[in-house]
């Protein structure tokens, strides 16, 4: 087994770090104070070429793989996971069904404009009452001539609110169950289409979570993707990339707080030497990096059969479970070594175990990971 990344994946990593560390660690700190979108963080990204990692270079991306993709996310979440998020939600749920599902027309009209970042993606499944359900679908998609008239509301969509690109489910056959959702590109200029609510979150607060209206939303026919009755699939397939998405940001928060627990334990004194020196504090701080290091070669391991086109659903489920909750392990242990302090806005601990505790929650919760997880088991061993 090579362990060893290859030199464009090592320069994506370098490059991610280095933007990281120059631009967004101040960003990461302001926008979590102010909730402001990080619009120009995206747009020096996109002309970086980290908006369009996995996009083939004839689409206009940088032609890399998930594997990049996911160190560069890692990376990216050290310092400000807002932004972090912000691109893996464009990367993996906005651009990926396209290129993985779309035809030549779709991709060309959209990928090329999505890697720049000119327009940026979210991925509208979630509904109120359809969460975990990811099938109980409301929003409805009827054909009327050559356009799909969508009708119904999305709520928890990451970048609903700066999003050009809009992939959204909808019933188009609600009699067939899960056979019956249908999925679709929408640009969301299209007349039809509002951000009702924008959600006021425990963390992640640059990355906007938004509810979406449908109301008689006209999208041409051509704007289906594959075939009528493929959009669960396609979800599901979608997610299964977003996941390691989503595990490379929490293995990037959870660095973050191993990283700033190793440096405060060993400034702290107390009871004449620094904290670092009691066997309690080593402890916490082995078994961080422990389950962060792990949390990575799962994510990547994702990666690397992602990119060789074999099916990822159980290992980007396994990644993702075990990387969210190392990372709010760590974001807790970072607090506790931080003591008073930890509790504190003076220090980015809090932040951490804020951020880190979405990682288990979206796309898809840490109960639904194992439920997957043991799916797959009991089906294929
Ligand atoms: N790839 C391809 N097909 C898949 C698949 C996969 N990974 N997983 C399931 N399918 C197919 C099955 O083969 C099955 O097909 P057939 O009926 O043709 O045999 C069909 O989908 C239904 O499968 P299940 O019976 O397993 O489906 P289910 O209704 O029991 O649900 C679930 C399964 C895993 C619980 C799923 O609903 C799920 O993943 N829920 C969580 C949803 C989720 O992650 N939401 C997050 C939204 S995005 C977000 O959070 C971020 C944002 O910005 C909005």
């Known amino acids: 087994m090579d362990l060893e990344l290859t030199e464009a994946q090592r320069e994506t990593r370098d490059l991610a770090r280095k933007f990281a560390r120059e631009r967004l660690e101040q960003i990461g700190v302001e926008i979590d104070r102010t909730h402001r979108f990080p619009a120009e963080a995206i747009a020096e990204l996109g002309k970086l070429g980290l908006l369009g990692v996995f996009i083939p270079e004839e689409y206009g991306g940088s032609g890399l793989d998930n594997v990049a993709y996911a160190l560069a996310i890692e990376e990216l979440s050290v310092e400000c996971a807002s932004t972090a998020v912000i691109v893996s939600a464009h990367s993996s749920l906005g651009c990926w069904p396209i290129l993985g599902t779309g035809d030549e027309g779709q991709k060309r009209r959209y990928l090329p404009k999505m890697a720049t970042g000119e327009w940026l993606g979210c991925f509208a499944l979630t509904e109120p009452q359809a969460g975990s359900d990811a099938a109980g679908q ?3 998609a009827v054909l009327d001539g050559d356009s799909y008239v969508i009708n119904g509301s999305k709520n928890f969509i990451t970048n609903g609110p700066e999003a050009g690109v809009c992939i959204v489910f909808a019933m188009t056959e609600p009699d067939r169950g899960h056979h019956g959702i249908s999925a679709f590109i929408a640009e969301t200029s299209t007349p039809g289409f509002a951000v009702t609510h924008v959600e006021d979150k425990m963390g992640i607060h640059g990355a906007h979570s938004a509810a979406l209206a449908f109301s008689d939303m006209r999208i041409p026919r051509e704007n289906l993707l594959m075939r009528e009755g493929e959009g669960f699939k396609i979800a599901m397939k979608t997610l299964d990339g977003g996941r390691i998405g989503i595990a490379a940001q929490a293995v990037g928060i959870g660095r ?15 009871f ?8 309690a504090i080593q402890w916490k701080l082995a078994d961080m990096a422990v389950e962060i290091d792990a949390a990575r070669l799962l994510t990547l391991r994702a990666a690397a059969l992602k990119d060789a086109g074999q099916n ?14 190392a990372a709010m392990k760590a974001a807790t242990e970072a607090v506790q070594i931080h003591g008073g302090y930890g509790y504190t ?3 980015k601990a809090e932040r951490y175990f804020r951020d880190a505790k979405i990682t288990e929650i979206y796309e898809g919760t840490s109960e639904i990971q194992r439920l997957v997880i043991a799916g797959q088991m009991l089906r294929n061993g």
């Not at 990822?312 to 909750?325: D, I």
Request: aromatic share 6%; hydrophobic share 35%.
């Open 272 to 279: 004449g030497r620094p904290i670092s020196s009691n066997q």
């Open 256 to 270: 973050a707080a191993l990283e700033a627990s190793l440096k405060y334990s060993q400034e702290r004194v107390a």
């Open 138 to 140: 409301r929003t409805r």
């Open 345 to 347: 806005k003076e220090f």
């Open 312 to 325: 990822c659903t159980k290992q980007s489920a396994m990644a993702k479970l075990f990387a969210s909750e």
